[in-house]
């Protein structure tokens, strides 16, 4: 199910740019061998791969120009963990720094909210605010989806719901808020 959705997404992605310009088109990375885990922003910390996640690990590692950014294989997330090896890539340098703008300025920003711990860097951009995080919540088998874009903040139950409501150009999510 998640492979079919990804590649719809992908598809739509593609769609939307239009003609490919030089370095800037949507492009799906070869997948990557599963690790220990997904990495959480906590360094050395993992959570165990999700069915969902298990598939959308299998289907690609990086996925540059995605929706809300571009989405990291689980080696973009671990290098996350190291300023040498972040800084080694221009793109995760710039995501990382947006990711730190966030949470430094943005009260209500995931990554201020919740432990690194709680917290997945699932995509990011390296020159907006756009994101999204997996939020690992206990006793839940898939971890829910932050996505910050111009719409505000959105949540989701998980990766399939997310793919979905981008399908359908549904941002009614954008409109559900937990605060009082």
Same mark, same amino acid.
């Given at each position: 199910?998640?492979?079919?959705?990804?590649?719809?997404?992908?598809?739509?992605? @593609?769609?939307?740019?239009?003609?490919? @310009?030089?370095?800037?088109?949507?492009?799906?990375?070869?997948?990557?061998?599963?690790?220990?885990?997904?990495?959480?922003?906590?360094?050395? @910390?993992?959570?165990?791969?999700?069915?969902?996640?298990?598939?959308?690990?299998?289907?690609?590692?990086?996925?540059?120009?995605?929706?809300?950014?571009?989405?990291?294989?689980?080696?973009?997330?671990?290098?996350?963990?190291?300023?040498?090896?972040?800084?080694?890539?221009?793109?995760?340098?710039?995501?990382?720094?947006?990711?730190?703008?966030?949470?430094?300025?943005?009260?209500?920003?995931?990554?201020?909210?919740?432990?690194?711990?709680?917290?997945?860097?699932?995509?990011?951009?390296?020159?907006?605010?756009?994101?999204?995080?997996?939020?690992?919540?206990?006793?839940?088998?898939?971890?829910?989806?932050?996505?910050?874009?111009?719409?505000?903040?959105?949540?989701?139950?998980?990766?399939?719901?997310?793919?979905?409501?981008?399908?359908?150009?549904? @941002?009614?999510?954008?409109?559900?808020?937990?605060?009082?």
């Amino acid at each position: 199910m998640i492979k079919e959705l990804i590649q719809a997404a992908f598809a739509k992605t @593609v769609e939307l740019w239009g003609e490919p @310009v030089e370095g800037m088109s949507p492009k799906l990375w070869p997948p990557e061998p599963l690790g220990q885990g997904v990495p959480t922003m906590a360094p050395g @910390v993992y959570r165990p791969y999700s069915p969902m996640l298990r598939e959308r690990f299998e289907v690609c590692g990086r996925w540059t120009i995605a929706a809300h950014g571009h989405w990291l294989s689980t080696a973009d997330m671990e290098a996350l963990w190291s300023d040498d090896k972040t800084a080694a890539d221009p793109l995760l340098e710039g995501v990382k720094e947006q990711q730190v703008a966030g949470m430094e300025n943005w009260a209500n920003e995931a990554s201020s909210l919740f432990g690194p711990e709680r917290l997945s860097l699932f995509a990011g951009s390296d020159y907006t605010y756009e994101k999204i995080y997996l939020l690992w919540v206990d006793f839940e088998a898939e971890p829910e989806i932050w996505v910050y874009d111009a719409n505000g903040e959105s949540r989701y139950r998980d990766l399939a719901a997310y793919l979905q409501a981008y399908l359908d150009d549904d @941002v009614s999510a954008a409109r559900n808020t937990w605060r009082a």
